[in-house]
T-cell receptor, first 114, second 112 residues
Framework: EPEVTQTPSHQVTQMGQEVILRCVPI?????FYWYRQILGQKVEFLVS????????KSEIFDDQFSVERPDGSNFTLKIRSTKLEDSAMYFC????????????FGPGTRLTVL | DAKTTQPTSMDCAEGRAANLPCNHS???????VYWYRQIHSQGPQYIIH???NNETNEMASLIITEDRKSSTLILPHATLRDTAVYYC?????????????FGQGTELSVKP
């Protein structure tokens, strides 16, 4: 069964550094998403992406964040200058056009900012 | 999207049916009820969705009341691997490819 993959599984970085989290969505999906979950808290929406542009973003997704689909398979989330409060699990998800509300999530990248 | 209310936690004995309720009294006519779950430290997983008819798939059944103000997710024979947080989410069909708004969900513990 096709699945969403994410790399790395765990990323440790120093405050102020840039990080790029990578995702490979399911191959025929056209909607892409990033969510995050701070330890012990709810899953929070960050951004959705369709047709090579951001469809929607949350208040969390400020100028420090950016997303990109650099080629036909990868979808990336970049945090330009990480803060301690960016420490969280980041989940990528994708969905297809026939059932766009059925989102398939990846296993997540645990980001630890020191 | 309509607000949902779920119990914070529930227990279920292994092999028994787990019935997880959800209230969505402000649901509108074109909004679907979706259920997702999150097993500890993993990404959320889609389970099932419905509009007004009862639905069943290989994972679960969804029973929606006639007035659509509440629904119940049924795991017919719960196993230890079904221990997870279950989220009931109401979404409009018009909101194609839009964000999912996760609440606190119901933490289901399946016990041997």
């Amino acid at each position: 069964e096709p699945e969403v993959t994410q790399t790395p599984s765990h990323q440790v970085t120093q405050m102020g550094q840039e990080v790029i989290l990578r995702c490979v969505p399911i191959s025929n999906h056209l909607y892409f998403y990033w969510y995050r979950q701070i330890l012990g808290q709810k899953v929070e929406f960050l951004v959705s992406f369709y047709n090579n542009e951001i469809s929607e973003k949350s208040e969390i997704f400020d100028d420090q964040f950016s997303v990109e689909r650099p080629d036909g398979s990868n979808f990336t989330l970049k945090i330009r200058s990480t803060k301690l409060e960016d420490s969280a699990m980041y989940f990528c998800a994708s969905s297809g056009t026939s059932r766009p509300n059925e989102q398939f999530f990846g296993p997540g990248t645990r980001l630890t900012v020191l | 999207d309509a607000k949902t209310t779920q119990p914070t936690s529930m227990d279920c004995a292994e092999g028994r049916a787990a019935n997880l309720p959800c209230n969505h009294s402000t649901i509108s006519g074109n909004e679907y009820v979706y259920w997702y779950r999150q097993i500890h430290s993993q990404g959320p997983q889609y389970i099932i969705h419905g509009l007004k008819n009862n639905e069943t798939n290989e994972m679960a059944s969804l029973i929606i009341t006639e007035d659509r103000k509440s629904s119940t997710l049924i795991l017919p024979h719960a196993t230890l691997r079904d221990t997870a947080v279950y989220y009931c989410i109401v979404r409009g069909l018009y909101n194609q490819g839009g964000k999912l708004i996760f609440g606190q969900g119901t933490e289901l513990s399946v016990k041997p």
